[in-house]
């Protein structure tokens, strides 16, 4: 496989429910990336992961949990969600500051519905 | 605050026109001004960006015009094509920030044949 790859692509979960996101990237990159899709609104970076070591926490809700194990995977731990969490959670990775062009390669997103 | 602004929401525009997109920006350490592309079911992907230090890009079909003095940015799209119908985000960064890209809210962009 190659690029970015979010799985599961669907995801239903009551407000009582935990569950995990996963992302994994098979690109070399070093830093990774969660952000928060709802509809016409800007993408909403969420954390920031580089070489494994969170470096951004955008003032998102404790029921959000990030993990970073090794630099090419990612997993975003959810519980006690609200039905305002609803969204597409996209993962992304590049290179880092000072190497490659910058670019921000994305999965396909996971969709949460929270019931 | 939301620090990139982007406009129209939405935009209709027949095959073979002219398709533009607006962004403005507040924050004049940004210096990284990439344009995502996303169609539906998929996650963005880059199309065109530009640094500061030129005024315009162009990619085949896609160019980015670039006003620092007024920090605004614009996409165009020439010849429009059926295809071309999605979602663009402008964005901009600090270039050496890990990538904190702050997106536009994005618009819609329908081709009709």
């Known amino acids: 496989e190659t690029g970015v790859t979010q799985t599961p692509r669907h995801l239903v979960m009551g407000m009582t429910n935990k569950k995990s996101l996963k992302c994994e990237q098979h690109l070399g990159h070093n830093a990774m990336y969660w952000y928060k899709q709802s509809a016409k609104k800007p993408l909403e970076l969420m954390f920031v992961y580089n070489f494994k070591e969170q470096t951004e926490n955008n003032s998102v809700p404790s029921r959000f949990s990030p993990e970073c194990p090794n630099s090419s995977h990612l997993f975003l731990h959810l519980h006690t969600l609200q039905p305002e969490d609803s969204a597409l959670y996209l993962c992304?990775?590049?290179?880092?500051?000072?190497?490659?062009?910058?670019?921000?390669?994305f999965g396909e997103g996971s969709r949460l519905t929270v019931l | 605050q939301q620090q990139v602004k982007q406009s129209p929401q939405s935009l209709i525009v027949q095959k073979g026109g002219i398709s533009i997109i607006n962004c403005a920006y507040e924050?004049?350490?940004?210096?990284?001004f990439p344009w995502y592309q996303q169609f539906p079911g998929k996650g963005p992907a880059l199309l065109i960006a530009?640094?500061?230090?030129?005024s315009e890009k162009k990619e085949g079909r896609f160019t980015i015009s670039f006003n620092k003095s007024a920090k605004q940015f614009s996409l165009h799209i020439m010849d429009s094509q059926p295809g071309d119908s999605a979602t663009y985000f402008c964005?901009?960064?600090?270039?050496?920030?890990?990538?904190?890209?702050?997106f536009g809210a994005g618009t819609q962009v329908v081709v009709t044949p």
């Open positions: 924050n004049t350490a940004f210096d990284y």
């Open positions: 530009i640094r500061p230090d030129v």
């Open positions: 964005a901009a960064s600090i270039e050496n920030s890990w990538g904190k890209l702050q």
């Open positions: 992304a990775s590049r290179v880092g500051p000072g190497g490659g062009t910058g670019e921000l390669f």
